[in-house]
């Protein structure tokens, strides 16, 4: 069955570096989605992105995060100057985008951990 | 508003009894209310979703319940097994979005 990965599985930084994270979108999908998952907390939603735009974004999605599709197959979400609060599991999802609240197939996540 | 409460933190069940998981809403725009199942290192897949036009789905020993007078539904695991425990997260989104509300989620503990 076709599903999402993430990599890496773990990531720690230091605070102020950048970092990369990195999805692989089931590959008939064409809405791409991160959300984070602060440790105890729900999952928030960060941004949605169709068709190489961001298509909608939450509060939390500031200037310090951005989203790329470098290429056919890769989902990227970088954050510019990582903060101790950006402490988080950041989870990718897919959809195959033909309407609205259809299923979104998530990958099993990146735990960042900024220092 | 775009919050979406849920109940209980944390449940444990034993082997064949009925786990109950409820979810509150504020927004009467929501309209897609979807669970999902997270198994420990894996994300959250879906289980089961219901719109409003509905007051009961259920699959298989899983049912959800909607009252959309109380703004409230809520998550039914008959049977319950051990291989069931996980983390339970309800979402609800709005047409004309694709972003997901999320509660924050139970962790089911079956005990055999």
């Known amino acids: 069955e076709p599903e999402v990965t993430q990599t890496p599985s773990h990531q720690v930084t230091q605070m102020g570096q950048e970092v990369i994270l990195r999805c692989v979108p089931i590959?008939?999908?064409?809405?791409f989605y991160w959300y984070r998952q602060i440790l105890g907390q729900k999952v928030e939603f960060l941004v949605s992105?169709?068709?190489?735009?961001?298509?909608?974004k939450s509060e939390i999605f500031d200037d310090q995060f951005s989203v790329e599709r470098p290429d056919g197959s890769n989902f990227t979400l970088k954050i510019r100057s990582t903060k101790l609060e950006d402490s988080a599991m950041y989870f990718c999802?897919?959809?195959?985008?033909?309407?609205?609240?259809?299923?979104?197939?998530f990958g099993p996540g990146t735990r960042l951990l900024v220092l | 508003q775009q919050q979406v409460k849920q109940s209980p933190q944390s449940l444990i069940v034993q082997k064949g009894g009925i786990s109950i998981i409820n979810c509150a809403y504020e927004n009467t725009a929501f309209d897609y209310f979807p669970w999902y199942q997270q198994f420990p290192g894996k994300g959250p897949a879906l289980l089961i979703a219901?719109?409003?036009?509905?007051s009961e789905k259920k699959e298989g020993r899983f049912t959800i319940s909607f009252n959309k007078s109380a703004k409230q539904f809520s998550l039914h695991i008959m049977d319950s097994q051990p291989g069931d425990s996980a983390t339970y997260f309800c979402?609800?989104?709005?047409?004309?979005?694709?972003?997901?509300?999320f509660g924050t989620g139970t962790r089911l503990k079956v005990l055999a």
């Open positions: 979402a609800a989104s709005k047409w004309g979005t694709y972003k997901y509300i």
């Open positions: 992105f169709y068709n190489n735009e961001i298509s909608e």
């Open positions: 219901i719109r409003p036009d509905v």
């Open positions: 999802a897919s959809s195959i985008g033909t309407t609205f609240q259809e299923t979104q197939y």
């Open positions: 590959s008939n999908h064409l809405y």
